[in-house]
């Protein structure tokens, strides 16, 4: 692995067009006939990759409570929404409809909250066991699938609102694709869970 400062002759960079993530300056990277001195070098020669593996489950440790975070605002701003909302006479809150959709936005917070709780406190004490990685596969799944799901429902309670630039859960929308993709794809991780546990 080697770090490559940005002015270094040979490398350009082409800006990405983005669904979400835009303050991340996302870029396709093109190295020309690029030389970088030796001290450049990160880490023992050939030992690149494990040393990028050694950061994935962190990685996806961050992105599983990043979701969380995300449902959870998205759950805040409806449940704020549904209170104020009125229509046909009624605040949205009194529909049972509109309760069951934030109810079903809490099943998935807490369980996401709880594994996630749970598995850090395994960590914290030294216990990851051989299924860490397995379980934090899921957990990222679990936690990202939570995450498209409040969102969708958030902004569906929200409405019409919910579609215009400015509230939160429609920026969360548009972060959704990227928790699920980026750090490693929903597919992968079932895979990578399912060889850890031989199946
Ligand atoms: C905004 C953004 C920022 C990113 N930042 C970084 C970064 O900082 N560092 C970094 O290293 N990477 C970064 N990535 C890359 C990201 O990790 C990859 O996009 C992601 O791992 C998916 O890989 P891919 O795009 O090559 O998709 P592909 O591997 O082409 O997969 C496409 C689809 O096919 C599925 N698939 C692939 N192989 C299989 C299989 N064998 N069986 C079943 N299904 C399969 C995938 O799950 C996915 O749904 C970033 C991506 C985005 C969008």
Redesign the pocket.
Known sequence: MIAVPCHTPGLSRTALS?MG?LC?D?AQLRFDGVRVPVRYRLGAEGAGFRM?MGNFNGERLALSAMALGFAEACYDEALAWARQRNTFGAALIERQVIRHKLMDMQMRIQSTQAWLEALGARVDAGDEGTDWVANVCLLKNHATQAMQFCADAAVQILGGMGYMRGTVSERVYREVK?MM????????MK?LAARQWNL
Request: hydrophobic content about 40%; overall charge negative; proline content about 0%.
């Open positions: 983005k993530w991340s996302t990028i990227v993709i980026g750090g490693g794809a929903e597919e992968i895979e």
